[in-house]
């Protein structure tokens, strides 16, 4: 008699769950641990300036458990509370420390471990964190409104020029459209390695950019396959343009979504002044997101409700980052963030590339060509009004 | 030679720690009135230990000083006066015994520094001998790496304790003898002299020898202070700043002194790492003596500097009670340990 199926997919986890437990059952044999002392690795995730003290969240990235036992700042020892017990691997602690800080000076805090390791952290540039009440929430939507929904929106609005121009120029429009996407993709990618750099390396540190990407990519990939599927059974017509113009919107989305955390975030530490030329340098640079969107829906006759909803799906999640930004900013999460927003748009761009192409044409045209670098070139300009 | 063991070598340094029947011992001059102290915030004073790390900074929690085996308060009246015999010539010949130990010692609350010491304890025992005396220092290696004792004074090159031709480096189990003349009187250092020199004086290995003069001085309260630092994550750098072991040790508990009665602190230097460290009294000017060795003081002031190795005596009276700071003069040094307070009592 042949052993059924399921036992034979379930032995090999069996044996390996005895294997572990007989292992960690003998307390690991002809092992004896490391041969040097216990490696520290403490990574402050967040700062929080109230007046008269700091409150750092540190996370310990290393194999062993860390226990914080005195507090320096600017070379001094300081009283402080938190972090009682050891820290865990991948463990987190909040620590407030007590000191009388000056607004806008630099401060150094050290914590001293318990085997005198020293894990410093610098505020560059000390600002009281605002309070992040139901006014502070306001102040970020109407940020992600400005920046995200409003721009995005009149972008929107050269709909009806798109659809009386040639195709020859729409096609050249498309590859404005794929050279803008393909720069927010490389900046969003740069921009997450950037952050992953500086915070926790416990969860992969940069490999959560790639990961964040690849799922991003897999996701609209699988969702456009089954938008597709459900269209055609259901027979329509401009279909594919259809749910290309959702899928743009989503990409674009995703990365308003990394642009929102990132100006809450800055906006919190204080490295970002809220002013006129933010604003407008938001404005020029989101416009032409819309134009991204509205490209491919050309010949088609979207209603107003659903052209509101796709500017909504690019230009909304501005505000949720902004808020995630300011009240729960994590660089594990925002590098994972970036990393998906750039694969959202690599995947958007797949789906454009073959409206370039000219029918029974080989390669890309010249004017097609100097779309794609004119998309780059509008990005890289506008990108120089926001630059943090 | 057998080779020592750890225990036994704990056994044998015990009594040397163990000294502080000195604590109680004052002398009892009489009171002097610098006049009435017309201070009104000393109203602050009542208040032994509260607040103390709001106030003037100061580490969390508090440190094991039983389970360090040293006290810094035991440490800062403890003279160790070794045995004597008298030689045939009439001299009084002075033996001590250190012994090279390495010891985790809690340097701050809950954070333990692997610190290599004389008997145990840091600074090592302050050794005092009369001026003209032998003195005769038998030194035990019982830690894993080479050591030696190197004395600042008068003495004859084959005693210097720095290798070579002054005398063996002493190997882990090895032992050693230096003997030489009690010269000159004054305030003096000892400490490790083996490469890399700032690592084994870092560390620990260091102590203050002190020389009498041959008539004495006048009664006093005596104490010891030796400056240091503590270089925690080993960066080269102090992490922490003492006198005496353990920082702000005489801040949570201040040293109690008696109104007029005249104080004399032996202090020295032997902070690593960075080139000068300094003593400031609060409320009060001292007489300063550089190095001990002359009778007439050089200067009276509050605040003295010392570059590395170097020492001196100090001596004042505080004419009123209440409580005195003293630290460095060196914020940084302050605030990171080296501070404390006199408390002065009728």
């Given at each position: 008699m042949r052993p059924p199926r399921w036992l034979l997919g379930l032995l090999p986890l069996v044996l390996v769950a005895l294997t572990i437990g007989a292992f960690v059952g003998l307390d690991t044999p002809g092992l004896d641990g490391r041969a040097g002392p216990p490696i520290e690795q403490l990574t402050v995730e967040r700062t929080v300036l109230k007046p008269g003290s700091f409150e750092l969240t540190v996370r310990n990235?290393?194999?062993?458990?860390?226990?914080?036992?005195?507090?320096?700042?600017?070379?001094?020892?300081?009283?402080?509370s938190g972090a009682e017990d050891p820290i865990r691997r991948l463990g987190s602690a909040t620590i407030a420390i007590a000191h009388p800080w000056v607004q806008g000076e630099a401060y150094s805090v050290a914590l001293m471990t318990s085997t005198g390791g020293l894990v410093a952290h610098e505020i560059p540039v000390a600002v009281e964190t605002p309070a992040t009440d139901l006014s502070f929430f306001a102040l970020m939507a109407l940020l992600g409104v400005y920046v995200g929904v409003i721009p995005i929106a009149l972008g929107m609005l050269w709909l009806p020029w798109v659809r009386r121009i040639p195709p020859v120029w729409l096609r050249v429009l498309m590859a404005l459209t794929v050279g803008l996407l393909a720069f927010l993709a490389i900046d969003a990618t740069l921009e997450g390695l950037d952050i992953a750099a500086q915070g926790s390396q416990a969860f992969g540190g940069a490999a959560l950019v790639f990961i964040g990407a690849a799922v991003a990519y897999l996701a609209l990939t699988g969702v456009g396959s089954w938008l597709a599927a459900r269209r055609r059974r259901q027979a329509q017509v401009g279909a594919s343009a259809s749910s290309l113009a959702l899928l743009i919107a989503v990409g674009i989305g995703m990365h308003n979504l990394g642009e929102g955390l990132a100006i809450g975030t800055a906006y919190t530490t204080g490295a970002l002044a809220l002013?006129?030329?933010?604003?407008?340098?938001?404005?020029?640079?989101?416009?032409?997101?819309?134009?991204?969107?509205?490209?491919?829906?050309?010949?088609?006759?979207?209603a107003l409700p659903r052209l509101a909803a796709l500017g909504l799906i690019a230009g909304a999640p501005a505000v949720l980052g902004a808020w995630i930004g300011a009240a729960a900013f994590n660089t594990s999460v925002a590098a994972f963030l970036f990393g998906a927003g750039a694969g959202a748009i690599v995947q958007v761009i797949v789906q454009l590339a073959p409206t370039l192409r000219e029918r029974d044409e080989h390669g890309l045209q010249p004017r097609v060509v100097g779309g794609l670098l004119g998309g780059l070139a509008l990005m890289f300009l506008t990108g120089l009004f926001v630059s943090m | 030679m057998a080779r020592l063991t750890r225990r036994g070598l704990i056994l044998r340094g015990a009594p040397v720690i163990a000294g502080a029947a000195f604590v109680g011992a004052r002398s009892s001059s009489a009171a002097e009135h610098h006049g009435h102290a017309?201070?009104?915030?000393?109203?602050?004073?009542?208040?032994?230990?509260?607040?103390?790390?709001?106030?003037?900074g100061g580490f969390q929690g508090a440190v094991d000083h039983a389970a360090n085996g040293f006290d810094p308060h035991v440490i800062l009246r403890d003279f160790d006066a070794g045995q004597t015999t008298r030689l045939a010539s009439g001299r009084t010949l002075r033996t001590f015994e250190l012994v090279a130990l390495e010891h985790?010692?809690?340097v701050a609350p809950g954070v333990t520094f692997p610190a290599w010491t004389y008997n145990g304890r840091i600074p090592g025992p302050t050794i005092r001998a009369r001026e003209g005396e032998l003195v005769r220092?038998?030194?035990?290696?019982?830690?894993?790496?080479?050591?030696?004792?190197?004395?600042h004074g008068i003495h004859p090159a084959t005693v210097d304790g720095i290798g070579g031709q002054g005398g063996?480096?002493?190997?882990?189990?090895?032992?050693?003898?230096?003997?030489?003349?009690?010269?000159?009187?004054?305030?003096?250092?000892?400490h490790c002299h083996v490469r890399p020199l700032a690592e084994h004086i870092a560390k620990g290995l260091f102590g203050a020898f002190i020389v009498d003069p041959k008539d004495g001085r006048e009664?006093?309260?005596?104490?010891?202070?030796?400056?240091?630092?503590?270089?925690?994550?080993?960066?080269?750098?102090?992490?922490?700043?003492?006198?005496?072991?353990?920082?702000?040790?005489?801040?949570?508990?201040?040293?109690?002194?008696?109104?007029?009665?005249?104080?004399?602190?032996?202090?020295?230097?032997?902070?690593?790492?960075?080139?000068?460290?300094?003593?400031?009294?609060?409320?009060?000017?001292?007489?300063?003596?550089?190095?001990?060795?002359?009778?007439?003081?050089?200067?009276?002031?509050?605040?003295?500097?010392?570059?590395?190795?170097?020492?001196?005596?100090?001596?004042?009276?505080?004419?009123?009670?209440?409580?005195?700071?003293?630290?460095?003069?060196?914020?940084?040094?302050?605030?990171?340990?080296?501070?404390?307070?006199?408390?002065?009592i009728e």
């Open positions: 990235d290393g194999p062993d458990a860390v226990r914080v036992r005195q507090v320096q700042v600017n070379d001094a020892f300081v009283a402080f002013g006129t030329f933010l604003v407008v340098g938001f404005a020029l640079h989101n416009t032409t997101e819309g134009l991204a969107i509205v490209a491919p829906i050309a010949r088609s006759a979207p | 017309v201070a009104v915030a000393d109203a602050a004073a009542a208040e032994p230990h509260a607040g103390h790390a709001d106030m003037h985790d010692v809690e220092v038998a030194f035990a290696n019982g830690s894993n790496h080479p050591h030696t004792i190197h004395f063996a480096i002493v190997a882990p189990g090895g032992r050693a003898v230096y003997e030489f003349d009690a010269a000159p009187f004054g305030m003096h250092l000892y009664d006093a309260d005596e104490m010891v202070m030796v400056m240091h630092g503590v270089d925690t994550n080993f960066d080269r750098a102090n992490e922490i700043y003492a006198v005496n072991g353990i920082g702000f040790a005489y801040l949570e508990r201040p040293i109690q002194v008696r109104r007029g009665e005249l104080v004399r602190l032996y202090l020295g230097n032997m902070t690593e790492y960075d080139p000068i460290n300094s003593y400031h009294l609060h409320g009060n000017f001292f007489e300063y003596f550089p190095t001990g060795t002359s009778r007439v003081a050089a200067e009276l002031t509050d605040t003295v500097m010392q570059c590395q190795g170097q020492r001196g005596i100090l001596e004042w009276r505080f004419a009123s009670t209440g409580r005195f700071m003293f630290h460095a003069h060196q914020s940084e040094f302050t605030e990171l340990g080296w501070q404390g307070f006199f408390e002065v």
